[in-house]
């Protein structure tokens, strides 16, 4: 269990586990060449990809920062993705049950993102945590439902609609805060309505970035995912990530690192973007 503080915060990485991702797709126009310099592919050009969720305790609120892929897929998208389930036990090793989480963040409404919002029991889809309010953006609501050819398999609207029909889920419409010293903010580029995640305290800053850098293999700028829809959005959307958060030392939290979650990004002696990783608590 990957647990720091930050200022009165107490931050642990929360996985649900890992799940295949095609080489080529993670890492778009970049050739394998290159890639496979910092990662390794199996025989079916596929890696391991990290479902961290960030479980944010602010003293007075359990916040739960993305939900993984859950336990809903279909059987022909378990066969391709894997389906690992693990968040609800590791929220339980990290002494939290679903009816402890008050706040419920999904960056966007990617299947690998909000699959544990909701769960089936007898038939039906029910809130994975009982208690808590969701959040994300309308937009990103509304695209999801227009079915896309482009990205419809990635908007499983048992995810989300029956939060957003019982009033549980509330949708958004720009940058907002959700708690003291946590906020959202929009970052289009993977989708138009993507939103990272600020989290504040004691003058320190954290942010969970999601898919605008999905792991600390795509710090490069123009290292995008061919999943991403609006790359040169992307692209833009790093440099100005890049141009805050180095200079007030961010701690940076991955959405897909399966073996770095969270660090600090810095540039060497030569400019390179790099990432001096962080030491948890256990």
């Known amino acids: 269990m990957l647990r720091t503080t930050l200022g009165d915060f107490e931050l642990t990485i929360v996985s649900d586990g890992t799940y295949f991702l095609d080489g080529g797709a993670f890492f778009g126009v970049v050739p394998k060449t290159l890639w496979s310099k910092k990662v390794t592919a199996d025989d079916q050009n596929r890696l391991d990809a990290g479902l961290n969720s960030l479980l944010v305790r602010t003293g007075d609120k359990n916040i739960l920062i993305e939900t993984g892929i859950g336990n809903k897929l279909p059987d022909r998208l378990v066969q391709i993705f894997k389906q690992p389930a693990k968040l609800l036990d590791n929220l339980h090793a990290a002494g939290v049950a679903p009816e402890d989480i008050d706040i419920v963040i999904n960056t966007h409404l990617h299947f690998d993102h909000c699959g ?98 999905p792991t600390s293999n795509h710090l490069e700028i123009t290292w995008a995912m061919a999943f991403d829809l609006y790359p040169l959005q992307t692209i833009e959307n790093r440099k100005k990530y890049y141009a805050e958060a180095i200079p007030e030392k961010w701690l940076t939290v991955f959405t897909h690192d399966d073996a770095t979650p969270w660090g600090y990004v810095k540039r060497d002696e030569r400019s390179r973007l790099t990432l001096d990783p962080l030491t948890p608590q256990s």
């Open 116 to 213: 544990w919002n909701t769960v089936r029991r007898g038939g039906q889809v029910m809130p994975t945590f009982p208690k808590a309010k969701y959040y994300v953006q309308r937009g990103e609501w509304e695209h999801g439902r227009l079915q896309l050819e482009r990205d419809a398999i990635s908007y499983m609207s048992p995810n989300y609609d029956p939060l957003i029909e019982s009033g549980q889920m509330a949708l958004l419409t720009g940058d907002a805060e959700i708690s003291p010293g946590v906020s959202v903010k929009v970052i289009p580029g993977h989708t138009a309505n993507m939103q990272a995640v600020m989290i504040e305290s004691g003058e320190k800053k954290a942010c969970y970035i999601s898919d605008l850098i």
